[in-house]
């Protein structure tokens, strides 16, 4: 799996004009899932994000974790996260997992951080989704299961 993780002050996601997810303080979460993840990546990234440490302490160091801060998670899929653009100007999706594969470990994915106490909202799996955010720092951490 791989994870792109903003620090935001406020996102929210919409499907068909309507708002289907919305936070505060906290993460947007894009989600890439490959042909090869299983449950052991989902349960090490969702450890890895839960005790990540990026948000500031009141000296300005980033020290707290977003359960520290009160903060919630606007989880987006995103199959493009695994873009091989080696070859050509257009990019090959083939190292993404198929939908049929894909939304049972996303839908866990987002599960597991619900219940380690964190508020998470979503988009919609397969749809064209508008995510706006406003970053905050700006904050981007790009983690990879397979690259701990």
Partial sequence: MRLVIQRVTEAQVKVNGEIKGS?????????GICHSDTEEDINYLVRKVKNMR????????????????GGSILSISQFTLYADTKKGNR????????????IPLYEK?????SSEGINVQTGRFGEDMKV?????????IVMDSKNK
């Fill in 23 to 31: 936070i505060e303080t906290g993460m947007v979460v894009l989600v």
């Fill in 109 to 113: 994915f987002n599960y597991a951080l």
């Fill in 132 to 140: 706006s955010l406003l970053n905050d720092g700006p904050v981007t």
């Fill in 54 to 69: 990026i948000f500031e302490d009141n000296e300005g160091k980033m020290n707290l974790s977003l359960a520290q801060v």
């Fill in 91 to 102: 990019p090959s999706f083939v190292d993404a997992a198929r939908p049929d594969q894909a």
